[in-house]
């Protein structure tokens, strides 16, 4: 008896299977709300006036009248004891000269000293009798400069000229395929024994 020893050969064939890994992407709209900046100045009216100035000077009644401030009160009585001293030097010019005159004549001089001192006595004498100033008041009258700055009223708006949507995407669409189950092939032969 003769055997034939037959192969049978199996083929086990797995198919692979295929996923995906499928990544949306995300559309992001903004449209940022326009911003309108307004500048309102209201009207401004502003007046810088300085007041009037009046002023009246009573130097030359109050010295009439005796009531002087004490700096006029020394520059009169200065100006008094300067003439005083001026009379009393042309007294006693006058007296030394006509001293001179009689020694130069040979005449009695009591006489004549007498006569000149009566005169002396009934010189010029001062009667204050008038109860109102003779002098004026000096008045000056200043009027002062008035400003006036007025301001118009003004509005300002600023818009943005342009007010563009942005768009962004995110993250960014992608397919990644990959083998779930990879392809394979087994091939085997079995002996068929006959």
């Known amino acids: 008896m003769i055997f034939v020893q037959l192969m049978r050969i199996n083929i086990n064939e797995q198919r692979a299977q295929i996923g995906l890994n ?11 709300s326009p911003e309108i900046q307004i500048s309102d100045q209201p009207t401004q009216l502003q007046i810088n006036a300085e007041q009037p100035t009046f002023t009246v000077n009573t130097d030359a009644i109050r010295r009439e009248i005796g009531l002087s401030t004490s700096r006029q009160f020394a520059q009169d009585f200065a100006h008094a004891g300067r003439q005083a001293a001026m009379q009393g030097i ?95 092939m087994n091939i085997s032969a079995v002996p068929l024994y006959v």
């Open 22 to 32: 499928i990544t949306r992407s995300n559309l992001v709209l903004n449209q940022p």
């Open 90 to 184: 042309a007294r006693r010019a006058s007296e030394g000269d006509t001293m001179a005159r009689l020694q130069v004549q040979g005449t009695d001089a009591f006489p004549i000293i007498s006569r000149n001192a009566q005169m002396a006595r009934l010189g010029p004498v001062d009667f204050n009798v008038g109860l109102m100033p003779t002098s004026s008041p000096v008045m000056t009258w200043h009027v002062n400069q008035i400003d006036i700055n007025f301001t118009r009223h003004s509005l300002q708006v600023d818009a943005p000229a342009t007010n563009l949507a942005q768009v962004s995407l995110s993250p960014q669409h992608a397919v990644n395929a990959y083998f779930e189950v990879p392809p394979q």
